[in-house]
């Protein structure tokens, strides 16, 4: 991105005229009934967002809506004659909350404080979302947090946007239990409360289910890291998901919610950032949102970004400085058709490309932000989904369908070099591929020392997934909400390897996982007595596994066949929970849910290996104090107990390859808690922080020999820290005419292990990460500059830099130096 051109837009959109547009009128019919019922009905069909500030106005009765109004009248007459009122807080987004009950209460303030004149509230993007109700909507019956019997985090879209979009980092930065690894952007795995499995990108199942709307993500692929522009909100549930959830969210889920497409008004968003880095190249981003009424009824919402991020890691060996650099490019698509009757149809795309020129890893003993490298070690992941949801709703019913075709495929190259390494030495100056040594395949050019000549290892992964689930909902209200659905997903993952030595290559045996998995659900929450909430689920799934070795020799494929033929696996995940108020703002909850995933086949060398499914058991208890987002302070602490079967890990073998195996069982233990104080209106302090302990307490028979060259220090599950805080400070309030917001954040990462086995067992973590962000402006045009890592520290997220680790002394993935990021936005 050239930086001349990205000022004169960025001019251009400051100087476009910002544009007042008249509210469209809208048919609506929605029925007499309670808050809970007809607020969803409305809110579809205006296709806008509304929240409710005060959990208690749920069970108001309210008014039928029938004729064509626009979305402010419809509200408020279905809230006519009750205490709640209507504020509108953005084009596309409402407030319910309840009425003063005198004029003449006033805003409670320091007794120092001198009288002020009257001002307008700060915008919806500085402070709206801390107020609004939470509603978990990923337990698909709109049950409100007072009776969710859980830990569920509901990220504002808004405020992930804040500071500029840095897509799963954002998440990452504000919530304690959620982690990750560090090999690159579209190449990481994601891990919620001490779940993890391993470090690479293999055939072993995600342990964390990730959600676009009702759209699963990925089966067995590493995070996407879509974009987070023009999002809504993000949802993260805590422990294993299976009931609703199914296969693969043994830590539970990632659910973002995209803004929907609105058919009242039009509207265009840019916005245009440009970054610098210390000790790095400077980069930018490019974004653009709209918003198209099609005819009366129907809207197309468009989102297209451009990003490019700065390397800062040099490479004295090749004589190249700041070769991490990384580009990203994509965008979304949604088509709302209103059928009439009540019947909604989305169609959907999305489609997001991410290359990276090369690894962001550095060596331990080399100084800062350098590694010598004898390859460029590039990566390309391209994912793209096609969707079609349909949606209907009645008096108290709703059914929808969810259906997409998803292809998401994945590049990596590894540095497989060998430093210090002399021909014949018998030191290991050959790798084994399978049972061939290199140095032998490759003997008649030999020519010059085998440490003089670059090796890499090629990683090819193809995914290809459709999924469906179809449901029917009765909306928690009066006491009962209830859900029954049933869901298929067809998955096939191929993943192939090639080793290159000089000009010379070699193809490593691959494998292709196949699953087809059909799945039934069901899960009602009752309310027992007043202060009393029951919810007991049951989910039902079979599964048929298949695949087969790829590039391996016709015998050795004929050997294995009986490990790599198709079989079969049926699941019954059952899960309650009891949630009881005996306080006023007091919550006590107890849950029990179990989660598995299947399945498959792995490379072992030459051969192709069958590993099982796992399944995971958790036991959890809470308790929550104040109404989130609206009382002085509130607080939730959780203790959760797992205990996890067949773990599913990755090691190195004796080849020095990555392989998978069930490695046996382990037990986590996990304390995490938040705390948010407001002492006034405009102040916010939020502390999280979670404790994990985790064992690997019952060996696999295949792995000991692994283990016993350094069983002391293996028995931790690799990849999770084992604490974690993180604290923000943000304020908003007006200065003259225009919203000004202020936020800080540190977060502290603890040690964690890379992985299992003595190759694996190098130490990472333990760093702190800290940044500050601002905006002035509102909602039509702003300002904003953000700092990252202000003490430019270094830290080691992740210290696998490449599987090949045989005479060096170890990497380490140090954070992006200190950044400085300045952006204009615009909206008309």
Request: hydrophobic share 40%; proline share 6%.
């Amino acid at each position: 991105m050239k930086r001349g051109s990205l000022s004169a837009l960025a001019m251009l959109l400051v100087g476009l005229p910002a544009q007042v547009q008249a509210a469209e009128e809208r048919a609506f019919d929605v029925p007499r009934g309670t808050l809970s019922t007809s607020l969803p009905q409305l809110s579809r069909q205006a296709g806008v967002s509304v929240s409710v500030a005060d959990g208690r106005l749920w069970q108001a009765e309210v008014k039928p809506v029938k004729g064509r109004m626009s979305v402010e009248a419809a509200i408020r007459r279905m809230l006519a004659g009750t205490d709640a009122r209507v504020v509108r807080v953005s084009p596309t987004s409402w407030r319910i909350e309840r009425r003063p009950p005198s004029p003449r209460l006033v805003r409670r303030d320091p007794p120092r404080a001198a009288p002020q004149p009257r001002a307008r509230a700060p915008a919806t993007d500085t402070v709206a979302a801390e107020r609004d109700e939470i509603v978990v909507t990923a337990s698909k019956t709109d049950l409100p947090y007072s009776h969710f019997a859980g830990v569920a985090t509901q990220l504002d879209g808004d405020d992930l946007a804040f500071g500029g979009e840095r897509g799963t980092e954002s998440i990452l930065s504000r919530v304690a239990t959620v982690s990750s690894t560090h090999l690159g952007s579209g190449r990481n795995k994601l891990f919620i409360r001490g779940i993890a499995d391993s470090s690479f990108t293999g055939p072993t199942q995600a342990t964390v289910g990730q959600y676009l709307g009702d759209i699963r993500l990925s089966y067995n692929a590493p995070d996407p890291d879509l974009r987070l522009y023009d999002i809504d909100s993000v949802e993260v549930l805590e422990g294993p998901q299976g009931t609703l959830y199914g296969a693969g969210s043994l830590g539970g889920i990632i659910r973002t919610i995209p803004k929907a497409p609105d058919p009242v008004e039009s509207s265009v968003q840019a916005i245009a950032g440009f970054s610098v880095t210390q000790h790095g190249d400077p980069g930018g981003d490019l974004a653009a949102i709209a918003n198209v009424p099609v005819g009366d009824r129907h809207a197309l919402r468009l989102v297209g970004y451009t990003i490019s991020d700065g390397g800062y890691i040099d490479n004295p060996l090749r004589g190249q400085n700041d070769v991490n650099r990384v580009h990203i490019r994509g965008g979304r698509g949604t088509f709302r058709l209103d059928a009439g009757d009540n019947w909604t149809v989305d169609f959907g795309g999305v489609y997001q490309a991410i290359t990276s020129d090369d690894a962001q890893y550095a060596d331990k003993d080399a100084p800062p932000l350098t590694r010598s490298s004898m390859v460029e070690q590039n990566a390309t992941a391209r994912y793209g989904m096609g969707s079609i949801v349909v949606m209907k709703d009645w008096d108290d019913l709703h059914f929808q369908s969810s259906n997409a075709y998803i292809d998401h495929r994945l590049f990596e190259r590894f540095d497989a070099s060998l430093p210090n390494a002399q021909p014949g030495s018998g030191d290991g100056s050959g790798i084994a591929v399978g049972t061939v040594d290199v140095a032998r395949l490759f003997a008649p050019i030999q020519i010059i020392p085998m440490s003089d000549v670059p090796r890499v290892l090629d990683q090819h992964n193809r995914t290809r997934m459709f999924v469906s689930e179809n449901r029917l909902s009765r909306p928690f209200r009066d006491g009962l909400g209830w859900v029954v659905g049933a869901s298929l997903i067809d998955n096939r993952a191929r993943q192939n390897r090639e080793y290159s030595y000089g000009a010379l290559s070699a193809v490593l045996p691959g494998v292709t996982n196949t699953v087809t998995e059909l799945t039934g659900y069901a899960e009602a929450t009752v309310e027992l007595m007043p202060d009393l909430v029951a919810s007991g689920g049951l989910r039902l799934s079979h599964a048929k596994l298949g695949g087969q070795a790829e590039d391996v020799a016709f015998a050795l494929a004929q050997a294995n066949r009986a490990t790599t033929a198709s079989r079969t696996e049926t699941d019954l995940l059952p899960s309650f929970s009891l949630l009881a108020t005996p306080f006023d703002n007091v919550r006590l909850y107890a849950r029990y849910q179990e989660g598995f995933r299947p399945g498959g086949l792995a490379v072992d060398g030459n051969f192709v290996r069958r590993f099982l499914n796992d399944q995971v058991r958790t036991w959890e208890a809470g308790m929550r104090f104040g109404d989130k987002g609206k009382s002085l302070i509130d607080a939730s602490v959780s203790v959760s107990h797992t205990r996890w079967r067949n773990i599913q890990a990755d090691f190195i073998d004796s080849n020095g390859f990555p392989t998978t195996a069930n490695i046996g069982d382990g037990r986590i233990t996990s304390v995490s808690g938040a705390i948010a104080v407001r002492p006034t209106s405009r102040l916010t302090f939020d502390f999280g922080a979670v404790y994990n302990h985790s064992r690997v307490d019952n060996l696999s028979p295949q792995i000991l020999p692994v283990f016993a060259a350094a069983p002391a220090r293996l028995g931790r599950i690799p990849n999770v820290a084992s604490h974690a805080v993180r604290g923000s400070v943000t304020y908003a309030t007006v200065i003259g005419d225009q919203d000004f917001r202020v936020n800080g954040w540190a977060n502290y990462i603890g040690p964690s292990r890379l992985g299992i086995g003595p190759v694996l067992g190098e130490s990472q973590g333990d760093y702190v990460d800290t940044g500050l962000a601002m905006r002035v402006g509102n909602e039509r045009r702003g300002l904003s500059l953000t700092l990252t890592n202000l003490f430019d520290s270094r830290g080691n997220r992740f210290s696998l830099g490449t599987p090949f680790v045989e005479g060096n002394e170890g990497f380490l993935t140090p954070l992006r130096p200190r950044t400085l990021r300045i952006a204009i936005d615009v909206a008309y």
